[in-house]
């Protein structure tokens, strides 16, 4: 699993093995498959409030969104994420208060508020793992005005996650003499060099591209482009050299 969808299910695991959401649907909210065709998947993760916990009845619940990803230092290579994970909390007031009243003894009469509040204590500086600590962002719990029949909000939640930077092939030079022979240089041993001379992307997959072996003549108005490749690793950044 990916470790980003290993934290959407980690953090709806963490919820519902907690006492206080016994009785409190919490579900993670995913893309649906083709299994859901008929609609009822959607449905259900539309109204996931209605769900029936524990032989209790419907009237609030917790929705666990997919993370959403910031890169806050572009020059930190990986890159190294912000992850921000969203908790939807809903509350169908005219269900859920009826506990008060005893006309509903299977709910507990909790709040949309008060679930907020549990969310963000059950998660802030929780550790999925040894490498991520999640944590309450400044703006904690906000009112989600989703739908006027319901109490909605949202809990914001983050932690930092870093990529391995990708292995990709060495960078070539693209240089040109005075009697406009074009040479490509910096080709490492067991890599191979693509050119293209009219701008078009250096790749194996495009047939204007040629296999650098020796230099070449070129001509005013040529775009030359280069790239390395090689088995089992990403493709260089390009090099380009526009002809004068």
């Avoid at 963490?14 to 409190?24: A, E, G, Q, T």
Wanted: hydrophobic share 35%; net charge negative; with cysteine.
């Amino acid at each position: 699993m990916n470790p980003l969808e290993q934290l959407q299910a980690d953090i709806t695991a963490k919820l519902n093995s907690s006492p206080y959401f016994s009785d409190v649907p919490v579900i993670a909210l995913r893309p649906l498959t083709t299994s859901d065709a008929s609609g009822t998947g959607e449905k259900e993760q539309a109204q996931f409030w209605r769900v029936k916990k524990d032989g209790t009845h419907e009237g609030c619940g917790v929705l666990v969104r997919p993370p959403k990803l910031r890169v806050a230092h572009p020059n930190i290579p990986g890159p190294q994420f912000d992850v921000n994970m969203v908790i939807t909390v809903v509350e169908q007031p005219l269900i859920s208060e009826l506990a008060d009243t005893g006309l509903n003894p299977g709910r507990l009469g909790k709040s949309a508020e008060a679930i907020s509040v549990e969310v963000l204590r059950s998660l802030h500086q929780w550790s999925p793992d040894s490498a991520v600590i999640i944590h309450a962002k400044e703006s904690a719990v906000d009112p989600d005005p989703q739908d006027k029949r319901l109490r909605a909000y949202t809990v914001n939640v983050w932690t930092m996650y870093n990529v391995q930077d990708i292995d990709r092939a060495q960078t070539p030079t693209v240089s040109v003499d005075v009697l406009n022979s074009c040479t490509i240089s910096g080709i490492v041993s067991g890599q191979t060099a693509y050119y293209t001379v009219d701008g078009s992307f250096p790749s194996p997959q495009n047939t204007a591209a040629l296999v650098y072996s020796d230099p070449f003549t070129v001509t005013s108005g040529m775009i030359v482009r280069a790239a390395c490749y090689k088995d089992g690793i990403d493709g260089s950044n390009v090099a380009q050299l526009n002809i004068e």
